[in-house]
């Protein structure tokens, strides 16, 4: 496939953002993306074989957060659907990395250390019309509609999403028992929507080699709330997908024509094969399965870097694949403040 680079250039705070990417999508004539160490969206305008003019958005001046904005989100997902730009946190917890610089006890008693950031739980959604996000709008086709910015319901140590998924039968000890994602314990890392569905990937657990997708439609209780909801005639709450892709796990999802593609990769901290799959939506039934994608293609990584963790289509006819990594090779950071992601023609 033919593959070429796309330069990405950031402003504010550009140090974190462009070496921490962790989601993107594009949508109009804007990317929109996340990054793993804030709480924050950036925005770039597309423009030619480049997209700049940043605009760093805070994600605490639309939805309230239950800690200081300065304590991350781990932005791990973006997606587009009836006039929201929906997002959503990683839902991990994380063990504190051993430092070179310190002593054995000091790194001990470090790496013991499980850590639960509440912001890290966010399920959300904020409304997007003609380029620009708002706490509440009119609908653009149905002005006595109004759009509200909103989130899943937070609950003591997580929110609705995780409590109901403490008593599932395959995710649920992992949850119960705190296993940090990167130890592969619960972490989302891919979110698309289809209609009024929303798909959530898991990073992890990975299940005897099998991914988890995630199925499950939310409705708004009351402005700036969001609950679960049944889905179609049955009493679930959400339905799960079980993933065959060779052991790795879901790094992000987007949808190409009747076709939903996969970005996947190891479920812990270490250099291994990262690929795109491809899987028809016509599989996605309404009903926990098991499913076989196909590899569409692989993508290359390094050592300590270049870690894929976010995928969209790109291009005036969407017949492109835009990658980000996390962690980029240094020969991808550009000047002061830019970055170059990858440009693949589908």
Known sequence: MAHSTYRLTFEANADVVRTSLSAVRHIGAHLWL?????????????????ANAHCHIQISDFLELPSPEDEEIDVEGITYANHYLWFVGSHSLKRKTVKPDQSMAENLKRHRKIEREENRYTLGRI?????????????????????????????????ELTQILKKDRYLGDFIAAD?????????????????????LGLRGPVLRGWAVLLELQLKEEEPGLLRLQKLGNSKERYYRHFLNLGGLGIRDLCVWNDTLLILAGPTMALDGA?????????????????????????????????????????????????????????????ENSSVLADRILL
């Open 274 to 334: 990262i690929r795109v799959f491809k899987l028809p939506l016509a599989d996605l039934k309404s009903e926990d399965a098991f499913l076989i994608p196909s590899v569409l293609l692989e993508v290359p990584y390094g050592k300590g870097c270049d870690r894929a963790e976010g995928i969209t289509l790109f291009g005036a006819d969407q017949k492109e694949l835009l990658i980000v990594y996390d962690a980029p090779d240094p020969e991808r950071l550009q």
């Open 127 to 159: 409304p997007l019309v003609d380029g620009q996000l708002w706490p509440h709008c009119p609908h653009p086709k149905d002005p006595g509609k109004i759009l509200t910015a909103a989130q899943l319901k937070r609950k003591k140590k997580g929110n």
């Open 179 to 199: 296993i940090p994602g990167k130890d592969n314990g619960f972490d989302i890392e891919g979110l698309t929507a289809l209609g009024d569905r929303l798909f």
């Open 34 to 50: 996340g990054c793993d160490e804030t709480a924050t969206l950036e925005r770039l305008t597309v423009e030619g074989d480049q």
